[in-house]
């Protein structure tokens, strides 16, 4: 009977052992899957970033063309609407900063 309770205590401490290395994986299994979808955000990013990079290059092409036109109109609304923006983010951060 002695040797019945002997290997019963030895089950179950293996099985223990076997329930943390099965915690540990299932660990290493969830940061594994989160870094994989922080790389997801990252790599969508990336592509935003890569996107306004396009964008504002065309814009200061287009805006070349116009200040070598000499559209002196558009030129000064341009130029407040930009110090407008401006004054608006330095305010909008200096609110929640």
């Given at each position: 009977?002695?040797d019945?309770?002997?290997?019963e ?5 293996r ?19 989160d ?6 955000v990252?790599?969508?990013?990336n ?8 964008s ?8 070349g063309r ?10 000064l ?8 923006v401006?004054?608006?983010?330095y305010?909008?951060l200096?609110?929640?900063?």
């Open positions: 009977m002695s019945a309770y002997e290997r205590r030895q089950n179950n401490s099985l223990e052992e076997l329930s943390s290395k099965v915690s540990a994986l299932r660990g290493v299994t969830v940061d594994i899957y870094n994989a979808r922080s790389q997801d990252i790599d969508s990013s592509e935003v970033f890569s996107n306004l990079s396009t504002l290059k065309g814009s200061a092409g287009r805006l116009m200040a070598s036109q000499g559209n002196k109109v558009a030129i609304k341009l130029a407040g609407g930009i110090i407008g401006v004054v608006v983010l305010w909008l200096g609110f929640f900063w």
